[in-house]
């Protein structure tokens, strides 16, 4: 329990600072997993024949690929220029763009398989086009990072750790969609 708790701290420091020191999330990570193996405290079959850890793993990994792919392509960029300058032209005022803006972030979580997809591809074109409208910029950011939560529990796979739920049998598909 003390090399757990030991190593546990140590990922966490390293994750929290690691970017001064040149340590990336990543290499913190594998960091504690070698600690963790390395002592004894985990076996490698351990971690064989926890399969939820090994879906999450490759789930995330092409998620996350795939957004970043969305916004290397340029197509984020398309579509925030294409309808900010649409909304620009309809003359309403920041205050009803901002609510248009909202029910389209929240709407568009349905084409994302995760939250962290969903806020890579578009946090940053929605929040350009709430400012482009004269949205204050605290109230445009802020409001985003709330919406960016409450879609989380939409479905089973909105978010980490509605996945998570979902795949460990705590939640059913049903359950899911029924509450």
């Known amino acids: 329990e003390l090399i757990t708790l030991a ?9 929290m600072f690691g970017d001064a020191i040149g340590c990336p999330a990543v ?9 963790l193996l390395c002592t004894g405290v985990l076996t490698w079959r351990d971690c064989l024949e926890y399969t939820p850890a ?24 398309t579509f925030a220029g294409m309808v900010g300058d649409k909304l620009n032209a309809l003359n309403l005022g920041w205050q009803p763009v901002f ?18 997809a969903h806020i890579g591809a578009l946090y940053a074109a ?5 400012l482009a409208a004269g949205c204050p ?3 445009a950011a802020l409001s985003l990072a709330y919406n960016g939560n409450l879609f989380g529990g939409i479905t089973h796979f909105a978010s980490g750790q509605a996945a998570i739920f979902y795949g460990s049998g705590f939640n059913s598909l049903s359950e899911f969609f029924l509450y």
Do not use: K, R
């Not at 609510?99 to 962290?116: K, N, V």
């Open 27 to 35: 290499l913190a990570a594998m960091l504690a997993l070698a600690t």
């Open 137 to 139: 910029p605290m109230l």
């Open 126 to 130: 929605f929040l350009a086009m709430m």
């Open 7 to 15: 190593t546990i701290n140590g990922a966490v420091v390293l994750w």
């Open 99 to 116: 609510f248009i803006l909202h029910t389209a972030f929240f709407g568009l979580h349905y084409l994302f398989a995760s939250q962290t």
């Open 54 to 77: 090994w879906d999450t793993l490759i789930w995330f990994a092409i998620l996350i690929s795939m957004s970043n792919g969305l916004n290397e392509s340029g197509l984020i960029n």
